[in-house]
């Protein structure tokens, strides 16, 4: 029987996994190395090791009706897309709101977990943590892996021919905090994903030129949508998903690269995908298109040698007296407290997971790893379905005798490459199913019509996974029918 659970990290995932398990009559307890919660989105002016880092002004990409937790909207007043600061203090609250401060340890550094010598029978683990110098050894019956993906940088310098010849300064993106310091100098962003884009288009503004390489462009969007709403509400929706799950593939994808190009055509930019039909998350970036129109940021393509002040492009152009490089390459995914490597990761240091949540080889799923999942969807309510998934699984309650399913990583050198990819709605959905959340479309238009007209056209918001079964949160209904009216605000 499962009563004690580690949470590993005290970022979004580890508080939703606390809440999941405290939801579920379980123990707790969580280690987190840092001194606070928020993870990924606790802001600090240097790189820390072992932690995620973000750069001053990241913003959110998902609007806050979209990306709240699910029982818990943002306050009315907040805006739309949020500055890491104002996410951050939303995080706080959540923590405080739901008393989970008093079930995490922090400054406690996780060093290892292992299989204790029963584990076929008991399912159980060792967690050892160290904390002041002093090192501590617990049992407990299920780990939660909720550490994120964004602390061990990719930097494939062996890719890049001639790096060390190079004379001016280059580091990964990890390390990038603010403009000011690149005022005057010609900077070369290497990776067009988010943080790229981002750095790229911040540098523009001080820097006396920006270049962009890519190696296999990507789809850009706009946060602001039609008639100025943001791009998820009116994108992730039921009715979407459907449409796009019964279309033939070659329309479907015919539509999906239209509606991408509907604000400018990304061939005359330079940032064409490669695969065009390609379903990887897009980048988001209201800025981009004009600063290369402006022509403060010029697009390149991949880099084919670095020469000591000029860097040499596979299309034979040079550019020279290139000061700084920033390689904005993703992260590679690590677990270094696993004592056994191979219970997450599979060969060509892949990872597969069970429904992107369990290592699918222990003898008993007691073991979770959590918001390792990519889809075009916010982050904070999968963490929270997954958690809740999780935990009946602990107890023998979660369904697994539903269709195998594993979600394997997709090796890509830009972006992330530990992420599984999925379609979010179909994913939240078999999750959902599995624990008996799912909202019940034909039983609500028969006794509910109104909500469930929000439910299959309006967005997919985290609330729908609230509105009934285990879990059930009376305020659901009503923050589904109010989410344009607090968008609006």
């Avoid at 100025?228 to 039921?238: E, F």
């Avoid at 990872?351 to 990519?374: D, N, R, S």
Wanted: with cysteine.
């Amino acid at each position: 029987m499962v009563r004690r659970v580690a949470v590993v990290g005290a970022g979004v995932s580890g508080l939703a996994a606390i809440k999941g398990c405290l939801e579920e009559g379980l123990e707790p307890t969580c280690f987190e190395q840092s001194e606070d919660v928020g993870g990924l989105w606790r802001y600090t002016d240097q790189a820390e090791e072992g932690r995620a880092s973000i750069y001053r002004t990241v913003f959110t990409n998902s609007c806050k009706e979209m990306m709240c937790y699910s029982d818990f909207p943002f306050p009315d007043d907040h805006p739309n897309y949020m500055h890491n600061t104002r996410l951050q203090h939303y995080i706080c609250k959540y923590a405080e709101h739901f008393d989970l401060l008093q079930h995490i340890r922090f400054k406690t550094l996780v060093t290892k977990v292992k299989k204790r010598p029963d584990f076929s029978v008991t399912g159980q683990w060792e967690v050892v943590t160290q904390r002041d110098g002093k090192e501590e050894t617990a049992v407990f019956d299920a780990v939660m892996i909720c550490s994120g993906h964004h602390v061990y940088p990719n930097l494939p310098l062996t890719e890049f021919p001639g790096i060390q010849k190079f004379k001016g300064c280059y580091f990964h993106s990890r390390e990038y905090k603010e403009p000011e310091k690149f005022r005057g100098k010609k900077v070369l962003v290497v990776g067009l994903g988010n943080s790229g884009c981002d750095i790229a288009v911040e540098l523009s503004t001080v820097a006396s030129q920006v270049y962009l390489s890519s190696r296999s462009g990507s789809w850009v969007m706009s946060r602001v949508w039609d008639n100025g709403y943001p791009w998820d509400m009116l994108v992730i929706t039921r009715f979407r998903t459907w449409l796009g799950n019964i279309l033939p593939r070659a329309l479907s994808d015919w539509l999906y690269v239209r509606g991408m190009n509907r604000f400018f055509k990304h061939e005359n930019f330079g940032l064409m995908p490669l695969n065009r039909t390609s379903r990887k998350e897009p980048v988001f970036n209201d800025d981009l298109p004009s600063r290369i129109a402006c022509g403060v940021v010029v697009m390149k393509p991949n880099v084919k040698e670095f020469r000591e002040t000029s860097v040499l492009f596979q299309d034979e152009t040079v550019q020279d007296d290139v000061d700084v490089v920033i390689f904005a390459t993703g992260y590679s995914y690590s677990y270094p407290f696993m004592e056994d490597d191979s219970i997450i990761k599979s060969r060509d240091n892949q990872v597969t997971l069970y429904k992107g949540i369990l290592p699918p080889q222990l003898e008993k799923p007691t073991m979770a790893v959590i918001g390792l999942v990519q889809s075009l969807g916010p982050i904070i309510p999968t963490a929270d379905l997954q958690c809740r998934w999780a935990v009946k699984v602990f107890q023998g309650r979660g369904d697994l005798n539903q269709p195998l399913f594993f979600l394997s990583s997709l090796p890509q050198r830009y972006g992330n490459s530990t992420t599984l990819q999925t379609d979010y709605i179909t994913y939240m959905d078999e999750l959902a199913s599995a624990i008996g959340v799912k909202p019940n479309v034909l039983k609500l238009l028969l006794t509910d019509p109104q909500l469930a007209l929000e439910v299959i056209f309006g967005p997919c918001s985290p609330y729908q996974f609230r509105l009934m079964g285990p879990g059930k949160w009376s305020g659901a209904r009503k923050a589904i029918l109010t989410q344009w009216d607090r968008t609006l605000r």
